[in-house]
């Protein structure tokens, strides 16, 4: 069964959602606030989490910073009643992998959650055979969703995840901020964010902390390229 927190104060929205996970199977944990979530993150594990932005104590935005600073690396997906693009992008920035805004139909819910447990290998079959990419002393294993460089496991986060298995699809291409946007998180446009940039060099820190060449190039006002050497 798959677990999932919901940090979420309204009353009304939180049993609505409840009642809705039950039904399809999901155990739901509930938190009434920032920090109780927070709390709840750090004590046990959960395949999914949904967290509305204004709830009391931490606010969604900053629980989910802390939530990736602790190292956490389950799918987000935010539930807001602020939809703007500066919100969703604030959203993403703070290490997000989806979002949702109010109202929405519980249908829609219940996909993204699914697409969001396919991502992070939640609902993966076990007796297919491996998918595995490697690049240099890269290897990713798209079935059990693990990264390893020259041996060492890299703990990823989804979209990290997702970011590298778009780039290993594609060596010594270079690719746009907007491909990698569309791609990673289904943006089709410019937002005139950042975002593409935080999380290349999240994954850079990660790629490269035991030591090693840097494989993933910045080529100036064009985007990212995976390759060897300059």
């Known amino acids: 069964m798959k677990k999932i927190l919901l940090v979420e104060d309204d009353s009304r ?5 409840i009642k809705g996970l039950q039904e399809e199977g999901y155990e739901v944990t509930l938190a009434m606030d920032g920090r109780q979530g927070f709390d709840y993150v750090k004590s046990h594990s959960f395949d999914v ?6 709830v009391p104590e931490l606010n969604g935005i900053e629980l989910c910073r802390l939530i990736r600073e602790e ?5 987000i997906l935010f539930l807001t009643a602020l939809g703007s693009a500066e919100n969703v992008v604030t959203g993403l920035d703070a290490g997000a992998d989806d979002y949702l805004s109010k109202p929405f139909k519980f249908i829609e819910l219940l996909a993204r959650i699914r697409t969001l447990l396919r991502r992070s290998g939640a609902g993966i079959m076990e007796d297919k055979p491996a998918n595995v990419y490697r690049f240099s002393d890269l290897e990713l294993n798209d079935d059990a969703k693990s990264v390893s460089r020259n041996g060492l496991k890299l703990n990823l986060t989804s979209t990290e995840y997702r970011l ?7 060596p010594n291409r270079v690719l746009s901020r907007v491909d990698i946007l569309e791609e990673v998180w289904g943006i089709d446009f410019d937002m005139g964010t950042n975002v593409v940039d935080v999380y290349i060099n999240y994954l850079r ?7 090693g060449e840097r494989l993933i190039k910045t080529v100036i006002g064009m985007g990212y390229v995976l390759k060897v050497g300059e």
């Open 205 to 211: 820190k990660k790629m490269e902390k035991n030591g």
């Open 49 to 54: 989490l949904i967290l509305d932005i204004m």
């Open 13 to 17: 929205v939180s049993a609505f959602i």
């Open 164 to 170: 590298l298995l778009m780039l290993l699809k594609n």
């Open 71 to 75: 190292g956490v690396s389950s799918p």
